[in-house]
């Protein structure tokens, strides 16, 4: 590179003239001006001072990457014949690689498995002597065994015999060997005076070591085999690691020849030299004396390139047989959790999910029933544990000590009935207050909860909506209260909200008084109301049936010392008692936030006693209460069993019907509060994405699968039964019939509104609607039908259903030429002259080009001329020429198809 001054440096490499002269300066270079000539040697000596000041440990560099970039241009033809240049750049790279890095890291490598050889030695060795000096010490013990079983199995004439034998027997054999052959040595004394019996236990003991000697030494050499088995195999680990981080960083793992890149030749010719001789050195250190190289060794790494022969086999296998595991499953638990416990991957969870019919992502949480189905279906055992919150709840239970010392209380009470009869009047009458002034259009929009006073005894009241959107509230109410009393108005009879509070009193099993309201009204019939409540088996005790019927006004008054009189005579007979000291507990009624008060509870206590002061535990809410106050606002310190009252101080809004309970632990309600909340928060979600999922495969199915909505009144049970069963049976998998609702009587406004919403059709059945509904069908044009026979119903229905159905195409050929020449025009392209060989071809309709009978193209024709004339149609036998729109490819021999697509009604 050419000398270049200060200032067009500082500009290349984007600092400062200034800052460049004092790191010049720096690194000791004599350049004091912008316009002094800095040379390519000491631009080098400028990078390594720069380096070192920034902490570099080797200022040069370990490898070296050449870049190559060269442009050129070709030209090319595009798909309407002109000619196009292209630009093509080509890019190439090469690296270098220091030799003395990869000296250093294969004698790393060396070293590491040199050392591994000697520990796994080492350890062989220490094994084998501490075997051997074990079997050495058990055959002494048993030598010794024999020989004392001997002995004492011989009687003492023998012993002594045979002792005098041995001695006799010594003393020759030393007479013999006392004196030594010419040239021979002394024999030794030990050898000379042994007895038999300690020649042949010396000859087996010396017969024992050289057998252990070659044991140890077969061991030694096995374990050396198995050493160098291991070094080889982590060699080929390491090797498979180093070029698979290669790869991950983008660095060359292989070589590939290059062209020289101009300027640097005589660089590389020098690298590839010196690293052909290192390579051919590196193979004949790693040879065995055999010539042959070792396996599970890595011969050559070298200037990017990785050359390795690694044994083919590796020393895992399968198992042979499915492993069955015990799968522990608590209430709920994600999937990837549940795949986790069964060793299997989440996929193939989720694919059994999917052919349970189940569908799911793998951070979704499944309940513990669907979890049980799923473990074994995959054939695994599950096991089923209890979760945290129910260890929490327990420990909760077994915190708090409830009071064995029962007395009696007061009932609670639950007003229940159709919208207007007379529920709250009725009350107000008892309590001799105004309540239902107070309410929102007359109707109760909650729960009131209220206890009276009266000559009899303390009475609790709850007050429970009859408006049809208040179901919820009145489920709540039968759940919490002792007694049911139904209020039926005598003029109206039953309602369909009198019907929906006889089924909740019944589910939550509760004795129900009937009251007949407004019987001072003329109207008045109360034997139709025996009558309509009878055929919902709800039957006077005047009739023979179990249940009470009361007639009462709530306008006069006249009556309701009978209705009280009832309920506490009921209440007698349920024997009703609570612990009225200890912690209370109990359920929310009702709960709203207040500006300036908070949260305020409305709570009906069961059994205890709430006071000012408890650690108070609702749902996922907790609080000391701050304050408490009755039904009419007056502030109370403490309240018993079957009292309702309001509480301060949670530190949220509870559910409505949800149990509190009074802990001694503020610590430990803090604890289950924050974990009921977590809980809810993960249900909440599991609920969301579920739905997102049902929404998905809902939209899925709605695309591709028609609806019929229908709502339908008949006259009878048996009529209506018979219909909605013989329309189900008309969905197919294009469309189906969905009943929206069905029902028995005319037709009114509440069915009109519902075929509304649910863009659905009326249809009567010996039925007819009322005037209302009538003007509400003609208003919003709802189509409205009667029929008097099922067959003509279902034959309209089928009718309906049938226009529904996605039309069938089907494909009808017009005509076919066959190209005899291609002529090139300005205009059009590529002109072919044809012969009609069968049919019509029309201008306006869709083609297809076939060659060799294998369509090649289909669109449409932009040109159909004869003798220079645009036509519109040419038939069979005449010539023409054509030109395929878009197409310039037409070729003698081809031929052209001119085709029509009809769309055919079906019908079930």
Not at 434 to 460: L, N, P
Not at 799 to 824: K, N, T, W
Request: negative net charge; hydrophobic residues 40%.
């Amino acid at each position: 590179m050419a000398e270049t001054t200060v200032q067009k440096l500082a500009e290349l490499v984007g600092t400062p003239v200034a800052t460049l002269l004092t790191q010049m300066s720096d690194a000791g270079l004599p350049h004091k001006g912008a316009d002094d000539l800095v040379s390519d040697e000491q631009k080098q000596h400028l990078l390594l001072h720069l380096r070192k000041s920034h902490g570099a440990a080797d200022a040069e560099p370990k490898k070296i990457t050449l870049k190559r970039k060269t442009t050129s241009t070709i030209k090319t033809t595009g798909a309407s014949g002109k000619a196009k240049t292209v630009a093509v750049e080509v890019r190439k790279k090469r690296t270098y690689v220091k030799r003395e890095v990869l000296e250093a890291e294969e004698r790393e490598r060396e070293e590491q498995e040199r050392l591994e050889a000697e520990r796994i030695e080492a350890e062989a060795a220490a094994r084998k002597a501490e075997e051997e000096a074990r079997a050495k010490a058990a055959e002494e013990d048993a030598a010794r065994e024999r020989a004392e079983a001997e002995r004492a199995a011989m009687t003492p004439e023998a012993l002594r015999e045979a002792e005098e034998k041995a001695r006799k027997a010594a003393e020759d054999k030393a007479k013999r060997l006392s004196v030594p052959k010419a040239g021979g040595k002394k024999a030794d004394s030990k050898v000379l005076n042994e007895t038999p019996e300690e020649r042949a236990e010396r000859e087996a003991e010396e017969k024992r070591k050289r057998e252990a000697e070659d044991a140890r030494r077969k061991q030694e050499a096995e374990a050396r085999r198995k050493a160098e088995e291991e070094a080889a195999r982590r060699t080929a680990e390491e090797a498979q690691r180093l070029a698979a981080e290669l790869e991950k960083r983008g660095e060359p793992t292989e070589r590939k020849e290059e062209e020289d890149d101009t300027g640097a030749s005589i660089v590389v010719e020098a690298m590839e030299a010196s690293w052909r001789d290192e390579e051919r050195s590196s193979k004949r250190r790693r040879r065995k004396p055999g010539g042959r190289e070792r396996e599970g060794t890595i011969p050559v790494v070298a200037h990017g390139q990785m050359k390795s022969s690694f044994h083919k086999e590796h020393g895992f296998k399968s198992p042979t047989e499915k492993m069955v595991y015990d799968v522990e499953v608590p209430e709920t638990i994600t999937v990837a959790d549940l795949a986790q416990r069964m060793s299997v991957k989440s996929r193939e969870v989720l694919k059994t999910l999917m052919k349970m019919g189940e569908m799911a992502t793998v951070n979704q949480h499944i309940d513990q029933e669907t979890a049980v189905l799923l473990v074994e279906e995959m054939g695994h055992t599950p096991r089923l544990v209890k979760g945290e919150q129910a260890e929490l709840e327990d420990d909760l239970t077994s915190m708090v000590a409830f009071s064995d010392d029962q007395v009696s209380r007061a009932p609670v009470v639950t007003i229940m009935g159709h919208v207007d009869h007379g529920k709250t009047s009725l009350l107000d009458y008892i309590r001799r207050a105004k309540v239902a002034e107070g309410e929102a259009g007359g109707i109760t929009q909650h729960i009131g909860a209220y206890h009276v006073e009266t000559d009899r005894g303390m009475i609790t009241f709850l007050d429970t909506p009859g408006h049809a959107a208040f179901t919820a509230m009145r489920a709540r109410g039968a759940k919490a209260t002792d007694i049911v009393v139904i209020v039926v108005a005598a003029d109206d009879g039953v309602m369909p909200q009198t019907e929906e509070a006889i089924n909740h009193a019944k589910a939550s099993g509760v004795p129900i008084i009937i009251a007949v309201n407004k019987m001072d009204k003329e109207s008045a019939d109360p034997e139709r109301v025996k009558s309509e409540l009878s055929q919902r088996e709800v039957i006077s005790e005047e009739w023979g049936g179990d249940y009470q019927f009361k007639y009462v006004s709530a306008h006069t008054g006249a009556g309701v010392d009978d209705l009280l009189e009832a309920i506490l005579l009921q209440a007698e007979l349920l024997e009703l008692k609570a612990a009225h000291v200890g912690p209370a507990r109990g359920v929310v009624i009702e709960s709203r936030v207040e500006k300036g008060r908070g949260a305020v509870a409305s709570v009906l206590i069961q059994e205890g006693e709430l006071k000012i002061g408890d650690v108070l535990l609702a749902g996922g809410q907790f609080g000391r209460v701050r304050a408490m106050g009755d039904e009419n606002g007056k502030a109370i310190k403490s309240a018993g069993p079957s009292i309702p009252v309001e509480v301060l101080g949670l530190d949220g809004v509870p559910e409505a019907g949800e149990q509190f309970l009074v802990v001694p632990d503020e610590r430990k309600a803090r604890e289950v509060a924050e974990f009921r909340q977590a809980k809810e928060r993960e249900l909440k979600l599991k609920r969301q994405q579920a739905s997102k999922l049902e929404n998905l495969f809902a939209n899925m199915e709605t695309a591709e699968q028609s609806q019929v909505n229908i709502v339908i009144k008949a006259d009878v049970r048996g009529s209506l039964e018979a219909i909605v069963g013989a329309l189900n049976e008309l969905s197919t998998d294009e469309v189906k019939v969905t009943i929206v609702s069905s029902g028995v009587g005319a037709i009114n406004e509440s069915d009109v509104s519902l075929a509304m919403t649910s863009q659905g059709v009326l249809l009567g059945f010996n039925v007819r609607a009322d005037s209302a509904a009538k003007r509400l069908c003609e208003r919003e044009g709802i189509d409205l039908r009667y029929y008097s026979i099922i067959y003509e119903m279902i034959d309209d229905v089928k009718q309906a259903m049938s226009g529904m159905l996605a039309p069938e195409r089907r494909e009808e050929i017009l005509g076919v030429a066959q190209v005899r020449d291609v002529f090139r025009s300005s205009k059009f392209g590529a002109v072919a002259g044809c012969m009609v060989i069968e049919g019509t071809l029309y201008r306006n309709r869709p083609i297809r080009v076939l060659r060799d009978e294998v369509v090649v193209f289909e669109g449409s024709l932009e040109s159909l001329r004869r003798f220079k004339e645009d036509v519109s149609e040419v038939r069979n036998g005449m010539e023409c020429g054509l030109a395929v729109k878009s197409y310039n490819d037409v070729r003698e021999g081809d031929k052209i198809e001119v085709f029509e697509v009809r769309e055919i009604a079906r019908t079930l």
